[in-house]
């Protein structure tokens, strides 16, 4: 069964460096989203794309994030400058249909920031 | 206000008993999407279900059940004879056309912790 895949599983970095997270979603999927979710809490939405550019971004998803698909398969989120209130566990999901359809998510990276 | 409550924050069970999940939503639209998603402590989101709004059916899937009421604007989600691998954080989410956007991100409620003990 295809699945949402996600890499690395975790990640630590310190303050102030760069981190790529990366996704791959589910191959015929076209609508892709990444979420976060701090240690015990809920899981918030960050951004959504679709065709090559972003649909929707949540306030979260300031000047320090971005998102690209820079090939065929890979969705990557970039955090430029990471604090230590981004350390959080990151989801990626994809859908194959927008509408509501179920979204399938990986298995998140878990980001620490020292 | 909250669009997704989950009023149980955690809830703690003897295996073989029922337990129900609460979720209460909040939208002003008309055509909405609601999901149940479990996580389980090895952490990733299990998708479980998903009704849209004109839905009203209820659903059952072998020990699990859910229960749409839009006079309520509840979503509730009950396992029957529980058994210790239901363990996990249960996820509410809506999902609605965003204001200007094309896409039906999903907003979850804080999740309910449920514990089946042996």
């Known amino acids: 069964e295809p699945e949402v895949t996600q890499t690395p599983s975790h990640q630590v970095t310190q303050m102030g460096q760069e981190v790529i997270l990366r996704c791959v979603p589910i191959?015929?999927?076209?609508?892709f989203y990444w979420y976060r979710q701090i240690l015990g809490q809920k899981v918030e939405f960050l951004v959504s794309f679709y065709n090559n550019e972003i649909s929707e971004k949540s306030e979260i998803f300031d000047d320090q994030f971005s998102v690209e698909r820079p090939d065929g398969s890979n969705f990557t989120l970039k955090i430029r400058s990471t604090k230590l209130e981004d350390s959080a566990m990151y989801f990626c999901?994809?859908?194959?249909?927008?509408?509501?359809?179920?979204?399938?998510f990986g298995p998140g990276t878990r980001l620490t920031v020292l | 206000a909250q669009k997704v409550t989950q009023a149980q924050t955690e809830i703690s069970v003897v295996e073989k008993e029922d337990v129900t999940l609460d979720c209460v939503y909040e939208t002003r639209d008309t055509t909405y999407y609601l999901f149940w998603y479990k996580q389980p402590p090895s952490g990733e989101l299990v998708f479980l279900i998903r009704r849209n709004s004109f839905d009203e059916q209820n659903e059952i899937s072998g020990r699990y059940s859910w229960n749409f009421q839009k006079s309520t604007s509840s979503f509730n989600f009950t396992i029957t004879a529980s058994q210790v691998v239901d363990s996990a954080v249960y996820f509410c989410?809506?999902?609605?056309?965003?204001?200007?956007?094309?896409?039906?991100?999903?907003?979850f409620g804080k999740g309910t912790l449920l514990t089946v003990n042996p």
């Open positions: 999901a994809s859908s194959k249909r927008t509408g509501g359809h179920e979204q399938f």
């Open positions: 989410a809506l999902s609605e056309l965003s204001s200007g956007g094309s896409n039906y991100k999903l907003t």
């Open positions: 191959s015929n999927h076209l609508y």
